[in-house]
């Protein structure tokens, strides 16, 4: 009996993709840390500690050619107090290694581990214990020991601070006129410190009531002292048993239409010349869930963080969680989970010389189609992504897609192609580190290498066009200079 994963039935896109001969005026440029990576606070030190760590950030690194960066930050950071002469990098005390701590106090060290990153880190420090001299002397120590920092948030996500935080004033109940307030005389003061421009501000995850466009106007006081703006994306929850889809969670349209809403926050960023970033993002929240280490969320990164890129957004940031809990981390001890696939795959696509961005299909169906060009406009790569869903049920569909218009270089009869694959959009790697995802036929080992040997798919050209297949939930990257 055959089984039905293997079966396949073939479409055909009734349209061809034209590929622009040089990279259109809409084409945007990328940023070489748009895959970036958010750290929870407590838990930075601990991925330090991990032995994959390293390799991981410099596989990226290599398929990049810049580091990506590193927000240390989260929940964490609003219950952690400085302490300058406290001997580890962090001190706290949790009964359950799967949960964060209630308090905790860092020290000098904790600088000193974040000057190793070899990207630039942006540092999050305390806002709602309403203690500005501490969380000040804490961004006095980060400036003197990181030539790496990019820059300070003060405060994580202020709009949930609960009746009871110290930054809220007696009597008065927390809005967001309140909160700009706060944020205009903390970042005034960090410049005074700094001297430079070095907060990150706004820090929010509810556009627009919370966001960066509702705020800039009310700190126009701070604004010469503030680098960049940051928003934090979640599109689903996990929290409090809230049920996940991972249908939904790769679904191109999908994705367009969720992106969309940060396009004024970064429009808002840029019209005064600061920088927009999705300074902590995943999945789902509290971790993740059932939909996070899965084959679909690397699709869904790719297509998440490329969407994201053409409306503004300059670099996300992914959040990495408690080590012990974290079901949409990118590794963990000697594991490197599915996420991180689609992280190595989209960098890969966009490589070294990968400079502009362009959206090459109408947003209208489950094929997602971008171009990659150089800066000089020549167009590199093909990425493809075929979001429609397969989780075993039925017949796994396969979907030809013309492209049509190429001009290539060295070999005019053949293109190169690389797949990312899985049986299924849920495929997850197994706790002994065992995966059914393969890049190139190839998957990474618990230190972040890929093991087997790489698989080149060779694409014939005739007249200028090719025609490529993708089953549903699956990626391929097309490359015309090689």
Not at 41 to 48: I, L, R, S, T
Request: aromatic fraction near 8%; charge should be negative; proline fraction near 6%.
């Amino acid at each position: 009996m055959i089984s039905p994963i293997l079966l396949l039935y073939f479409v055909t896109i009734s349209r061809s993709i034209d590929v622009p001969s040089s990279a259109p005026s809409n084409a945007i440029t990328i940023d070489p840390a748009l895959l970036s990576l958010s750290l929870e606070f407590f838990a930075f030190p601990g991925y330090m500690e991990l032995n994959n760590t390293a390799p991981c950030l410099d596989h990226l690194q290599f398929l990049r050619g810049q580091a990506p960066a590193v927000r240390i930050g989260g929940t964490t950071q609003d219950r952690a107090t400085f302490n300058a002469t406290e001997s580890m990098a962090v001190r706290y005390t949790v009964s359950d290694p799967t949960q964060a701590p209630a308090s905790l106090t860092y020290g000098p060290s904790f600088f000193t581990l974040a000057s190793t990153l070899k990207g630039n880190v942006t540092v999050g420090l305390n806002r709602q214990l309403n203690n500005e001299t501490n969380s000040l002397e804490a961004a006095q120590y980060a400036l003197a020991s990181m030539p790496n920092l990019l820059s300070i948030e003060l405060g994580n996500e202020p709009e949930f601070y609960a009746s009871g935080s110290p930054i809220i004033p007696p009597g008065q109940s927390w809005n967001p006129t309140l909160d700009a307030a706060s944020q205009q005389k903390w970042h005034e003061d960090l410049g005074q410190v700094s001297n430079k421009s070095l907060g990150q501000a706004a820090v929010y995850l509810s556009p627009p009531t919370w966001g960066t466009a509702e705020l800039i106007p009310k700190i126009p006081n701070a604004l010469s002292s503030i680098i960049s703006f940051s928003g934090h994306s979640y599109p689903q929850s996990a929290c409090g048993g809230a049920s996940t889809n991972l249908q939904a969670l790769q679904s191109h349209t999908g994705i367009i239409s969720y992106t969309s809403q940060y396009k004024v926050e970064a429009a808002a960023a840029h019209a005064i010349g600061k920088h927009y970033f999705l300074g902590e993002t995943n999945s789902a929240t509290c971790g993740g869930g059932g939909i996070s280490p899965t084959f679909g969320a690397a699709l869904w990164i790719m297509d998440y963080s490329l969407q994201a890129a053409l409306i503004g957004v300059e670099r996300l940031y992914f959040h990495q969680g408690t080590i012990a809990d974290c079901a949409y981390c990118w590794w963990g001890e000697n594991i490197v989970d599915g996420p991180y696939y689609g992280a190595a795959f989209l960098s890969e696509a966009l490589g070294i010389d990968g400079h502009s961005v362009s959206m090459l299909d109408n947003g209208t169906d489950s094929m997602a189609v971008y171009a990659i060009y150089s800066s000089s406009g020549v167009v590199l790569r093909i990425l493809l992504i075929n979001t429609e869903y397969f989780d075993g049920t039925g017949t796994r569909v396969s979907t030809t897609v013309p492209l049509a218009g190429l001009k290539t270089t060295n070999r005019p009869d053949m293109l190169s192609a690389k797949r990312l694959t899985a049986p299924l959009a849920n495929s997850i790697v197994s706790a002994n580190g065992s995966s059914p995802i393969t890049l190139a036929g190839q998957s990474f080992d618990g230190l972040c290498s890929l093991t087997k040997n790489e698989v080149i798919e060779l694409i014939p050209v005739h007249n200028n066009s090719v025609s490529v297949s993708l089953q549903a939930s699956e990626a391929l990257l097309v490359s015309l200079q090689w």
